[in-house]
């Protein structure tokens, strides 16, 4: 069946975080006309319907720069890449791959690379397997980088998931992981440590083959299957166990990994294929498992094992399998052993001894006289006793010294087996040592070592003590700010912080004042902490502010004798304080006016008709106005005649009276000031009797 799909339909694909119209993201939908047999094509796209109802692209047949895959076609999901459906060998700029997409099957994208690959989830970059080839990966428009932490959940990492990403320098594999496939993190150059899922079944060929940097693996007891060549060519890998559910350690696992010194293989291990220690040069010792039943080829050709006590039950090691090992002294051979493979041993020395259970004939029969290559032969021992108790005496060939390991050693007086052991440096005994300069503060000292056993010196440095800073609270004065006061009870340094405000004294005011004719007495309030008050009158001819007086602290008045009538007087209140001989001012009150009261008024004269009397007085100074009263002999009361609201004016008339009747009169001077009214003495009372 032939479909030929011409509608273009309005499709938009997220590329890069931006979503562009399908045109612009270079992805062609125009109709197209190559497909095979239950093949179906739409736009750049040929593919066949799987039986879930989701699509698998079987062909891409596309030019674009930008690659983009979408999420769906005609109606359904794209779930699977098929087997070259993108094949080309110029190297494209980008990838956009659609969260439906869960499989990439083998060579989906042959000889196809990119520089960028955008997906949406690392979880499902782990589990795609088949990955492209890419220079960088961006999960959710993030660089994948440093180090990496695969998300739980995420149940295996698919073949060449992370092959050749130097930019990953860790990796976090979570528990839900169980299987790690072919190649899945080979040629991770800068990827120094690994954490394991605690939960892995299956690690793949080469899986972490060229990891240059990674130093150290712990694999789980869930695992039960390593593939070959696994840690190939991870030269500073130190340390690495094998659990015990993996029964076979495959070829070339930790080939040419030059670093490897510690290795633990659990009980449970039976075969060591060829070459699983190939090369492994660092590797001076190993504890073989009572299980292991075949040791092979080359296994553990050019390593550095001193030591080779091979296991009751082993029946066949394989050919050159300790060959190229200049370092080994002392083989020991199980009788169940009836296979050995040309030239299987080499000898370290010319003392190198191998202890095999079985008499020379035996020996002969299972293969031991191809076993040492020509001028690496071992002196064998024949019919060795496995269940002898060593008796051994211990020769010390090297003394240690302070600094260089020193060698013994050891030689069993029954079988002859001998073997060396270091004897670790002793370290210097330096002791206390003596302190040449002691610390101060600031400056750091030095403290002198010898050892008592080389008479090697070394000069280590004493921290400066630091200041002890003992801290004080200074209160503020007049002259000064107040602070807390820091200062170092070792060398007397200090500083100074939380500063205080300076003490000031207050501002005077005034609060009133009541006068006579001739006095004034006006009133101020406290002002906190005063030694005292000055007082200062304004005098009006020199136009200058005059001290008239200093009163102590508890003064609040100031009374102003003689003073002239109807005038006014104008004052200043200054406090001070006087504090450790000195004398400390506050600021001037306001200006406190006063006034005297008006004199007391004088009737002169007055001129009497039959109806009315003029009165006249003499004027007063400072009056603002007068006050004419009249006695009213009915009421029996003073009563107010007119108020003459003029200084100046100094006479009144009063009309309508009787004739010939006496009138009694007084006459009161006022004066303004502030407001207030100030009041004079009344006259003396005056009696006219009209015509
Ligand atoms: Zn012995
Ligand atoms: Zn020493
Ligand atoms: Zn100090």
Known sequence: MKKIIASVVAVTIAFGGLALPAAESGLSFSAAISASADESTAADFNYTVLSDGTLKITKYKGKANNVVIPETIDGKKVTVIGTRAFYDYTRKNSLTIPSSLKTIEDNGFHYFSFDSVFIGSLKQWCELGNNPECGTIFVNDVKLTGAVNIPNGTERIGDSAFYNRGEITSVSIPDSVTSIGYHAFAKCGNMMSVKMSNKVQTIGEGAFSDCEKLTAITLPDTLTEIERDAFANCYKLEKANIPSKVKVLKACTFESCGSLKNVTLSEGLTDIEKEAFYNCYSLSSIKFPSTLKTIGYHSFYRTSLTRAELPS???????????????????????????????????????????????????????????????????????????????????????????????????????????????????????????????????????????????????????????????????????????????????????????????????????????????????????????????????????????????????????????????????????????????????????????????????????????????????????????????????????????????????????????????????????????????????????????
């Open 313 to 691: 039950g082993l029946t066949t090691i394989g050919q050159e399998a300790f060959y190229m090992c200049g370092s080994l002294q002392s083989v020991f051979v199980p009788k169940s052993v009836d296979s050995i493979g040309m030239w299987a041993f080499s000898a370290g020395s010319d003392d190198s001894k191998l202890f095999y259970e079985g008499s020379e004939a035996s020996w002969i029969k299972i293969g031991g006289s191809k076993a040492f290559p020509d001028g690496c032969e071992f002196n064998v021992v024949y019919n060795y006793d496995p269940n002898h108790k060593h008796s051994y005496t211990t020769k010390i060939t090297k003394q240690a010294t302070c600094t260089a390991a020193g060698e013994k050693v050891l030689t069993c007086s029954i079988c002859g087996d001998s073997y060396t052991q270091t004897i670790p440096a002793k370290g210097h005994s330096y002791g206390a040592g003596k302190v040449t300069k002691q610390p101060t503060c600031t400056a750091a000292g030095t403290r002198e070592y010898t050892c008592s056993s080389c008479g090697s010196k070394k000069t280590e440095t004493i921290k400066a003590k630091g200041h002890s800073y003992k801290t004080s609270v200074v209160a503020p004065t007049y002259e000064a700010q107040g602070y807390t006061l820091h200062k170092c009870s070792s060398c007397g340094n200090s500083y100074k912080d939380n500063y205080t405000a300076k003490k000031t004294v207050g501002k005077a005011a005034g609060n009133g004042f009541t006068c006579t004719a001739t006095s004034v007495n006006f009133g101020w309030n406290k002002v906190a902490n005063a030694s005292g008050y000055k007082i200062y009158a304004y005098n009006t001819s020199t136009k200058k502010w005059k001290l008239v007086t200093t009163v102590s602290a508890n003064t609040f008045t100031y009374k102003q004798s003689g003073s002239k009538s109807g005038t006014t007087y104008k004052y200043k209140v200054k406090a001070f304080v006087k504090e450790n001989g000195k004398t400390y001012y506050g600021e001037s009150s306001d200006t406190i006016v006063t006034t005297t009261k008006p004199a007391k008024v004088t009737i002169k004269s007055a001129s009497v008709s039959k109806t009315a009397v003029k009165l006249k007085w003499g004027t007063v100074n400072g009056a603002n106005g007068y006050r004419v009263y009249r006695y009213d002999s009915a009421s029996k009361k003073w009563v107010t005649v007119s108020t003459v609201k003029d200084g100046k004016t100094v006479s009144y008339k009063e009309s309508k009276l009787k004739s010939g009747t006496s009138y009694k009169y007084k006459v009161k001077a006022y004066r303004k000031v502030g407001g207030n009214t100030y009041w004079g003495t009344a006259s003396a009372v005056k009696t006219y009797k009209t015509k």
